[in-house]
């Protein structure tokens, strides 16, 4: 046993509070609004369940941005809880300018021109908030208004700024709606200039995570990866899927990805809203086999913004996600400035946990194999066999050990069904680490024997109350320890 032992050792109180919010495999990600950014609020969402925390960089300044990351970090500095901040880029989001008399009615077969040139909106010209617009677009391609609630459809491109536009879908347009052209391929950048400036002050604070929004192709994530290298900082990268084209190269960005969401929002809009339930199933399908972390997001609990129950519609949406296999689901509006944070987020813990404990086989066998050509094969077969192992031997734990989070990754996408438990010397990815479907994080440095280390990692659960004697548990791991190896051992034991 290590002489060290004793600092990863915590006391008999803090193991119930730790051992309640691991129970759940499914992991929620709550957006922080003035619902909740007080750290009391945030340490009453952390209780009920809450993983990950999203800080939107749509909205508030980086002064109250970082009051929020200092709360967030002394929860888990003071608490017995592991929590990553993952950061939501906004992304060149298009929008309407101000408009006469604070709205315009548009009526279905009325015209109506789009100018990129600043204006107050007029029922004959409406400023659109991207430069290439009329460039970009071709007749008779769809622009949506308002999150799709009016349609209208390119019949003249009038000069290099200008756009004659006919109403298709009508309705009430008020200022700084949002603007979606489903149709077009956009020459626009993934990142803005304030963008750049919001992932400065995201690598300065080191964040766990930085989303990427309105990814279109690959290079786009390896581009914002070269960035974060620069500045010489561990930050994982999550794709936002929220537009046609990223579509056409799904495989290729979740490769390139650390991890993705599946947007919902804009991608209803994007595409024809049918279709979104089997993207989404796709997409996680996809990323389990990659072994990337996958969230879905988006209006998932929209109801108990102002309401203190879900529509029974809702619940089914939860459910199917974690059905699905999602490492997480998010929480958008309704704990960042709805009348119930804290009571959406146990509510949300409930579904998880009921289709969790009741209905849902986690033997993934059927469709997740180890991938001959993934160039880490054989510590990916390791891993698949762990787990097979873990399954067949009815084990009460697997316990692993990451540098790099790989093993993690890779051990949780096989979704097994003994709980996971990932022991790792580098204190960054113990956080990043919480948004991974089923992995229980936990710093750990000492490099003795292999016979060591596992003895160490064993005694450390015990204590905290996740095994007991007599547990079976599987261990996975690399030999010898000091070279760094990719896994490449499995071990049984039995919990004295």
């Not at 192709?217 to 084209?245: F, S």
């Not at 704990?335 to 949300?348: C, F, I, Q």
């Not at 059927?366 to 991938?371: A, E, S």
């Not at 003994?418 to 790792?424: D, G, K, N, Q, R």
């Amino acid at each position: 046993m290590s002489k060290n032992i004793d600092k990863y050792l915590h006391s008999e109180m803090d193991n119930a509070a730790g051992i309640v919010h691991s129970q759940k495999r499914t992991k929620i990600v709550a957006t922080v609004g003035p619902a909740c950014d007080t750290y009391e609020g945030l340490l009453n969402l952390v209780k009920a369940g809450v993983n990950v925390f999203r800080l939107n960089f749509s909205h508030g300044s980086h002064e109250d941005k970082k009051k929020i990351i200092e709360h967030i970090r002394n929860i888990i500095k003071n608490e017995p809880y592991n929590i990553a901040i993952l950061a939501d880029l906004q992304g060149p989001k298009l929008r309407v300018g101000e408009l006469q008399d604070g709205r315009i009615e548009l009526k279905s077969g009325d015209h109506f021109i789009f100018t990129i040139e600043k204006m107050v909106g007029t029922p004959e010209k409406i400023y659109v908030s991207y430069p290439n617009l009329a460039t970009d677009v071709k007749l008779n391609e769809r622009i949506f208004l308002d999150d799709g609630k009016m349609e209208v459809r390119v019949v003249e491109i009038l000069n290099d700024k200008e756009v004659k536009v006919q109403v298709n879908l009508g309705g009430i347009l008020l200022p700084k709606k949002g603007v979606n052209l489903p149709d077009t391929e956009l020459s626009m950048p993934s990142m803005t200039e304030k963008d750049y400036t919001d992932l400065a002050f995201i690598l300065e604070e080191k964040l766990d995570w930085v989303a990427l929004s309105f990814v279109r192709k690959p290079n786009e994530i390896i581009e914002l990866k070269r960035l974060i290298k620069e500045k010489d900082c561990m930050t994982k990268v999550i794709a936002k899927i929220e537009m046609p084209e990223a579509l056409k190269n799904l495989r290729e960005i979740i490769r390139e990805s650390d991890g993705v969401m599946v947007a919902r929002g804009d991608l209803g809009v994007e595409v024809p809203i049918e279709q979104v339930p089997v993207i989404q199933k796709d997409i996680i399908r996809k990323c389990m086999h990659r072994a990337k972390p996958v969230i879905v997001a988006t209006q998932m609990m929209e109801s108990m913004i102002d309401r203190t129950k879900p529509n029974r519609s809702e619940v089914s949406d939860v459910a199917n996600a974690v059905l699905e296999g999602a490492d997480a689901v998010m929480l958008s509006g309704e704990t960042a400035t709805g009348n119930y944070p804290t009571l959406v987020v146990e509510t949300m813990s409930k579904i998880i946990l009921g289709v969790e404990s009741s209905v849902y086989d986690f033997n993934r066998d059927d469709i997740l194999t180890p991938q001959p050509h993934s160039p880490s094969y054989l510590s990916d077969a390791i891993c698949y066999s762990a787990c097979k192992l873990a399954n067949d031997a009815q084990a009460d734990a697997i316990i692993g050990m990451t540098q790099s989070g790989y093993t993690a990754f890779m051990l949780s996408s096989y979704r097994p069904r003994s709980p996971l438990y990932i022991f790792s010397k580098e204190k960054t990815l113990i956080n990043q680490l919480s948004l991974s479907w089923g992995v229980r994080p936990f710093y750990y440095a000492e490099e003795e024997s292999l016979d060591d280390i596992i003895f160490d990692q064993i005694k450390i659960l015990k204590n905290r109350g996740f095994i007991n004697s007599g547990d079976v548990v599987i261990n996975t791991g690399s030999t010898p320890v000091e070279d760094h190896l990719p896994t490449n051992i499995i071990k049984i034991t039995k919990v004295d």
